[in-house]
C-alpha cells in the first residue's frame, strides 16, 4: 500500500493519544481504537508513519507493531501472554552456561553472572545455574515472583518485555532492559554469545547477520516503547 497521507500526528484520545493520519485516528489490525497511555509514545509512533515515503512497510514501523500486540494480544489474552513470558524464567538463558570452550564459558560468566546477581538482590528472582543442556529445576518461589513481576506489567510494558523475552531467550534480560539495568544493544549480545563466538571461528554469514540486525533494532525499539511509557 502506498502512502495515501499527508500528515501523521499524535492527538488527544477518550483514555489517552492517538495517532491521525490527516486528522483520522489509525485503528489496530484487529479494528481497536489505536490509544495509548502517554503522549510521548504516540508522538513516537506518529514520527514512525511520518517517515514513511512511498510503499508503507509496516516491518520497520516497530513501536506501531508493539502498540498493535498491547492492544490486539495483549489486552485479550493477558493471562496467556503473562503465562508464556514467565515460564521463561524455569528455563532463562543466562543459567544454562556452555560446556565448552572455556574461553566461551568464562565470557559468558563475566556477562551474564552480574545479571543473576542483580535478579537475585533487586528482584528476588534466584535462579540456579548449571552447565551444558541439563535441564536446572527453579525454585517455585523464585518463578512465582518471577511470574509476579510479569504481571504487574500494564499490557503495554508486558507487550515489550514479551518480544524482549522471545528475542533473547531471557526474562531476566528482558527485565533488565525494562528497569533501565542494561541497553537494548548490549542486551541483544549478551544474549548472542555463542552465535558471535561461531562467527568469530567460521567468519560472518550474511544472512545470520541480517537477522541479527533486524533483532537488535526490535530490541532499540522496545526500549524506545518502554521509556516513553514514562
Excluded at 32 to 45: D, K
Aim: hydrophobic letters at 45%.
Amino acid at each position: 500500500m502506498k502512502r495515501f497521507y499527508k500528515a501523521a500526528t499524535a492527538a488527544p484520545a477518550e483514555t489517552g493519544f492517538t495517532v491521525t493520519l490527516d486528522g483520522r485516528a489509525i485503528r489496530t489490525p484487529a479494528t481497536t481504537p489505536f490509544i495509548v497511555p502517554t503522549l510521548a509514545l504516540a508522538q513516537a509512533i506518529a514520527s514512525e508513519w511520518d517517515a514513511q515515503e512511498g510503499e508503507l512497510d509496516q516491518s520497520v514501523m516497530r513501536l506501531t507493531t508493539l502498540a498493535y500486540a498491547a492492544l490486539d494480544r495483549t489486552r485479550i489474552s493477558r493471562h496467556m501472554v503473562i503465562d508464556e513470558t514467565a515460564a521463561y524464567a524455569g528455563s532463562d538463558l543466562l543459567c544454562y552456561r556452555a560446556d565448552d570452550p572455556q574461553e566461551l564459558l568464562e565470557e559468558q560468566t563475566k556477562a551474564w553472572q552480574p545479571l543473576l546477581d542483580w535478579a537475585a538482590s533487586d528482584l528476588q528472582i534466584d535462579l540456579t545455574v548449571a552447565r551444558g543442556i541439563v535441564r536446572v529445576t527453579q525454585s517455585d518461589a523464585a518463578l512465582q515472583t518471577a511470574k509476579d513481576l510479569v504481571a504487574a506489567c500494564d499490557n503495554f510494558a508486558l507487550a515489550a518485555v514479551d518480544r524482549m523475552t522471545h528475542i533473547t531467550g531471557s526474562l531476566i534480560i528482558a527485565l533488565a532492559v525494562l528497569r533501565g539495568r542494561l541497553q537494548a544493544e548490549e542486551a541483544y549480545e549478551i544474549s548472542h554469545m555463542e552465535d558471535r563466538w561461531q562467527t568469530k571461528l567460521w567468519g560472518t554469514d550474511e544472512e545470520a547477520e541480517e537477522r541479527h540486525n533486524i533483532r537488535i533494532a526490535e530490541m532499540v525499539a522496545a526500549q524506545k516503547f518502554v521509556i516513553a511509557l514514562g
